[in-house]
C-alpha cells in the first residue's frame, strides 16, 4: 500500500527567525481505476481505502447502484523503477448483470485532485441517471444537530492532524452520530470512498443520512450525494451556483457555510426542523 504521509525537511520561518525542521506532507499519488482491465480513468489521490474510492467513483458515474453490480476489486501489477508493486492500479471486475460501460466513460485521461466530474455533466444528465428518489426522503434534522457537525468531523480526521493538507468527507445519521469518515487530497475522493465504504457494506440508498464535507459544495460533490441517495449535503464553506440548481432539482437539501452556530439552507429547507 502506498504511503498516506512523507517527511520531508524545510525551512520554517517566523517573526522570530528560521529554523531548520522535518515537516510531514499529505501523499499524493495517481490511481488507475480499470473496468474489466481497460483503464476508464488515472486520477490523483491520497494512498489508502483505494477500493472505496473505486467503488465510490463507480457509483457517481451510474455504472453501479448495488453491492452485487461489483463482483471482485483488486490490485493490478503497476510497478516502480525498482520493480516494487505501487498499488496504483485497481481494476474492478462488474456483475454479468451490468450493462456494458458507456464507451464515452472510456476516457484513459487524467482527473486531478481537484475535479471529480467525469461522464455527466449537466443536471439533466443526472436526472436521467440518478437510481434513487431523493425527493421523497423523510429526513428531518434539527439545527442544533447541524451545528455539531464541523467538530465531530474534525476531531475525526486522523491525518489532518499531522499534515494540515487533506480534505475529510463524513457521514452522519439523523442523530448527529457519525457512520464513516474518509480523508483525501480531492474532496472529491474523499466523497467517492464514503460512498464506496457504504457500497461495499450494502448500505446503499444512503437514506436518512446527512453528507458533511471539509471546504465548498461543488456541482460534483451534490451530483455524488444525489447518485447515492443521501438527501443532505452539508458544507463549511459556499456552495456554487450549479451545485444549488442541481440540489433542488434532485431532492437534495444544501447546506453551507455551516460554521459555530449559523448556516445558510439554499434547498428543501423543510428538513431542517427549525
Known sequence: MGRVTSRRKILRLDAGGAVRRTDTLAAEEPLDIRVGGRTLTVTMRTPGDDFDLVAGFLVAEGVVAATRDVAALRYCAGTDDEGRNTYNVVDAALGPHVPPLDPGLQRGVWTSSACGICGTTGVEGLRKIAPYDVAADGLRIAPETLYALPGRLRDAQRVFDSTGG?????????????????????RHNA????????????????????????????????????????????????????????????????????????????????????
Open 166 to 186: 487533506l480534505h475529510a468527507a463524513g457521514l452522519f445519521d439523523a442523530a448527529g452520530e457519525l457512520v464513516c469518515v474518509r480523508e483525501d487530497v480531492g
Open 191 to 274: 466523497v467517492d470512498k464514503v460512498v464506496g465504504w457504504a457500497l461495499r457494506e450494502g448500505r446503499l440508498p444512503l437514506s436518512g443520512h446527512v453528507l458533511m464535507v471539509s471546504g465548498r459544495a461543488s456541482f460534483e460533490l451534490t451530483q455524488k450525494a444525489a447518485m447515492a441517495g443521501i438527501p443532505l449535503l452539508a458544507a463549511v464553506s459556499a456552495p456554487s451556483s450549479l451545485a444549488v440548481e442541481l440540489a433542488e432539482d434532485a431532492g437534495v437539501t444544501l447546506v453551507g457555510f455551516l460554521r459555530g452556530t449559523s448556516a445558510n439552507v439554499y434547498t428543501h429547507t423543510e428538513r431542517v426542523a427549525v
